[in-house]
């Protein structure tokens, strides 16, 4: 079966589409026949070479943490049930607070049968993909925060997937948002999701200016930002707020501001505080799965990518020009 290799650390050109052996599955493991493949920017990050002390890689090695497709092959003990049927699944080896983000970009993958959930006939299996990480973290992460009505949220990295998501997710709940992101074509697909206003952060100030649009600070900021960016954003957080400290985009976790805003009273929250293992991730899935599909939340699909051109993939994410989720499409059309 063809899947892409990571043959060594470095740029996207290390990305090589080559023949393996189609996988077995354990007794407690599935085979998935892959149509769609999440591509994250943790992938691009690891192909690099990136956080060996939490991810210890060691190429070749398949990229890939979340796919969708269907079940082809079942483990002696489990529920043969699961032929045939359409599932959205993190690969076998990866794992929120632990595992290794790979297998995914493979024609064929591997799965534990216990984080399978079906697709419902309401979602596409590139729509299931797209939520496969950012709708149950958005989610934990939203759950969390305790957003009020009327309340002002800053969301940072707002145009990508998780951003997107908690856009629609606060004005549901009747919040006003500043969304965060960089240049026009990001903060126009923020204002259509219905963010009360803009901030562009390639714009010197943009933490000052988002702090007076809110009257003098955020209940809650939501930062997938990261780096600069998020220490930035924890500027914005009001001395009683919550500040939820959830991505890397910029390169890193928030850094420069946040224990500044803890020691102003304002809560102090990392991903690994919200993710823990007492999460329900199969029940969480559904849950972003039926908001979808009764047309409560949307789902930015901003690219799709055949399997041969993964490179595009990993350069689109890297260049800062993708919206939303990106995925790589392997199988059977869609």
């Known amino acids: 079966m063809r899947a892409v290799q990571v043959k060594e650390f470095g740029g996207p050109e290390v990305l090589e589409v080559v023949e393996v052996p189609t996988p077995q599955p354990d007794s407690v493991e599935v085979v998935v ?81 216990a984080t399978l959930t079906e697709i419902p006939d309401g979602l596409t299996t590139e729509q299931a993909v797209g939520l496969a990480h950012d709708g149950r973290t958005a989610l934990a992460v939203f759950d969390r925060a305790g957003v009020r009505p009327d309340s002002w949220v800053l969301i940072t990295a707002a145009a990508g997937g998780l951003g997107t998501l908690l856009i629609q997710l606060s004005i549901a709940a009747g919040a006003r948002v500043v969304a965060a992101a960089r240049g026009p074509e990001k903060l126009s697909l923020a204002t259509r999701l219905g963010a009360t206003a803009v901030v562009d952060y390639s714009v010197d100030g943009w933490e000052i200016r988002a702090r007076e649009i809110t009257g003098g600070g955020a209940a809650v900021v939501f930062d997938g930002a990261g780096g600069e960016i998020g220490g930035a954003a924890s500027t914005v957080a009001a001395d009683t707020g919550t500040f939820l400290g959830y991505g890397s985009a910029a390169g890193d976790f928030a850094t420069g501001g946040t224990d500044v805003a803890a020691a102003r009273g304002v809560t102090v929250l990392g991903l690994f505080d919200i993710v823990g293992k007492d999460v329900d991730w199969v029940g969480i899935t559904a849950r972003a799965q039926a908001a979808v599909a009764d047309g409560g939340l949307e789902v930015v699909i901003g690219q799709t990518f055949p399997i041969d051109q993964v490179r595009r993939a990993h350069s689109a994410i890297e260049s800062r020009s993708a919206l939303g989720r990106t995925l790589l499409t392997i199988g059977a059309s869609l």
Request: charged share 15%; proline share 7%.
């Open 33 to 113: 026949d892959v149509e769609v493949a999440d591509v994250m920017f943790l992938d691009t990050r690891l192909r690099s070479g990136w956080g060996q002390d939490f991810f210890p890689l060691s190429p070749p090695y398949v990229p890939g943490g979340a796919i969708g497709g269907v079940v082809s092959a079942v483990g002696a003990e489990v529920d043969p049930r699961w032929l045939g049927k359409r599932v959205v699944t993190q690969t076998a080896a990866s794992g929120i607070g632990g595992g290794l983000p790979i297998g995914g970009y493979a024609e064929q993958s591997l799965a534990k049968a």
